[in-house]
C-alpha cells in the first residue's frame, strides 16, 4: 500500500511503497542540507522504510543553487548512517542543467556508499532502471 508522508517542507515528501520495494522522494521548492536531512530522518524512522528498497529521488521542482560542496555534504550524511544506506539503486530524476551537475556530482561521490546512483530526465527511464 503506498502511504505519502510530507515532512515539514510544505510540499516534499516520500512515499513508500513496500510491494514495490521502492521508496519515492519528492522535493519542491527549497532544498537544502537541513530539508534533506529531516526528509531522510523521518524516512529512517519510517516502520516501511527498508534499507534494501530501491530510491527514486525527483528534484525537478526544486530552485535551489546546488554546487559540489552541497553533493560532498549529502553524500557524508548518508555515510554515517550507511546501515540505513543499505545495497540499492537510487535514480535522480532531474529537469535543469544545474540540477544536472548537481547530480552528476552526487553520483561520483557516492562511491563511497553501497548505492548505485544514475541521474535521468524522465520518471519512465529511472523506473525502467531501478526495475531492471
Known amino acids: 500500500m503506498l502511504k505519502k508522508h510530507l515532512t515539514t517542507m510544505?510540499?516534499?515528501g516520500y512515499t513508500i511503497d513496500v510491494?514495490?520495494?521502492i521508496i519515492i522522494e519528492t522535493?519542491?521548492?527549497i532544498f537544502n542540507l537541513t530539508n534533506y536531512e529531516r526528509l531522510k530522518s523521518d524516512e529512517?524512522?519510517?516502520?516501511r522504510f527498508s534499507h534494501d528498497f530501491n530510491v527514486l529521488s525527483?528534484?525537478?521542482m526544486t530552485n535551489s543553487k546546488f554546487n559540489n560542496e552541497d553533493a560532498k555534504r549529502l553524500v557524508n550524511f548518508l555515510y554515517k548512517n550507511i546501515p540505513k544506506t543499505g545495497n540499492r539503486k537510487c535514480a535522480v530524476v532531474t529537469k535543469t542543467p544545474q540540477q544536472v551537475v548537481f547530480s552528476v556530482f552526487?553520483?561520483?561521490y557516492s562511491k563511497?556508499?553501497?548505492?548505485?546512483?544514475?541521474?535521468?530526465?524522465?520518471?519512465e527511464a529511472a523506473m525502467d532502471w531501478i526495475n531492471h
Open 106 to 108: 552526487f553520483e561520483e
Open 10 to 12: 510544505e510540499e516534499s
Open 19 to 21: 510491494e514495490g520495494k
Open 27 to 29: 522535493f519542491c521548492g
Open 58 to 60: 525527483d528534484i525537478r
Open 44 to 47: 529512517f524512522a519510517d516502520p
Open 112 to 123: 563511497i556508499l553501497p548505492v548505485e546512483v544514475m541521474t535521468f530526465s524522465t520518471v
